[in-house]
């Protein structure tokens, strides 16, 4: 199973960009989905998570306000919109597949599969 993170790339303070998370349809259809990020020489921090028929979304509170999860499960993509970013955003963003249908947590043991990741880069 292969999930693909893409959308990554250079934004200034304030701007937004919108990453996909795509894998095949029956990989996304029955689990939950987060997002993760990674800044150099930090630990893996949970972002923001949904469930797989999106009744259920969890976010962490650095983001609340600011990024949108989102999925179309018929496409195998999930979304993270992010709309205000900050310095402190940038990271290797990671998508992940839960071993749930509803597993929103912030836990990175309560995911099966990741994906390699796509970088942003915040410039102040």
């Known amino acids: 199973v292969q999930l693909q993170a893409s959308g990554g790339g250079l934004v200034q303070a304030g701007g937004s960009l919108t990453l996909s998370c795509t894998a095949s349809?029956?990989?996304?259809?029955?689990?939950?989905v987060g997002w993760f990020r990674q800044a150099p020489g930090k630990e893996r921090e949970f972002v923001a998570a949904?469930?797989?028929?999106?009744?259920?979304?969890n976010y962490a509170d650095s983001v609340k306000g600011r990024f949108t999860i989102s999925r179309d499960n018929a496409k195998g993509t999930v979304y993270l919109q992010m709309d205000n970013l900050n310095s402190e955003d940038t990271a290797v963003y990671l998508c992940?597949?839960?071993?749930?249908?509803?597993?929103?947590?912030?836990?990175?043991?309560?995911?099966?599969?990741w994906g390699q990741g796509t970088l942003v880069t915040v410039s102040s």
């Open positions: 992940a597949a839960a071993f749930s249908p509803y597993g929103t947590g912030a836990s990175p043991a309560s995911y099966r599969y």
């Open positions: 349809a029956r990989t996304f259809s029955n689990n939950a």
């Open positions: 949904v469930s797989w028929r999106s009744d259920t979304k």
